[in-house]
């Protein structure tokens, strides 16, 4: 740091990373950090989860307050929703993973014909019956044409067949009672 400057001159990036770094000098066991990527650059963001995840992995425990979804999810690995000051829901990464996931929704005339012809034509397996005939298949999310061709052919009416998936903000906001408008 050959110019000497003034901490008060620094980008938000360097604050954030000075802030991160005196964190660290009292070996803490648990580093509680707010918004730890915002005003980062990529080359930043990037270095920023690495050291994350190399204080996880040696067994820090690491809180982290952000609106950033997108970015949490490349690094957390237990979410907390908090709402009104309270912890709503507690869920694993991978549960929220699951959760998220696109898939193909399905809705036909005979659902139990319709999963036999799937599984036959197609070897899916993957897949989840619900009520009034609908069908969210979790593969072949590229094949929804075929699929469609195939239950006609075997005398399956599809009333309606698309893709969808909720986005981890949806998820969120559906949580804390928000709506996602464009």
Known sequence: WENHKKVKNYSLGMKQKLGIILALIGK?????????????DPKSTIQIRKLLSDLREKGITI?????ILGELSEMATTYGII?????????SSSEL????????????????????????QFGITDYEVLENN???IFSHLNETGAI?????????VVEKIDIKGE???EYFMDRVGGEVSV
């Open 28 to 40: 803490p066991q648990l580093l509680v950090l707010d918004e730890p990527l915002n005003g980062l």
């Open 167 to 169: 986005k981890l903000e």
């Open 83 to 91: 709402a009104n000051g309270k912890l709503i829901e507690e869920i």
């Open 63 to 67: 809180l982290i307050s952000s609106h």
């Open 134 to 136: 609908k069908i969210k």
């Open 97 to 120: 993973s699951q959760k998220c996931r696109q898939y193909i929704d399905l809705k036909v005339d005979d659902a139990k014909k319709a999963v036999i012809l799937l599984e036959r």
């Open 148 to 156: 469609n061709m195939q239950l006609s052919k075997g005398v399956v």
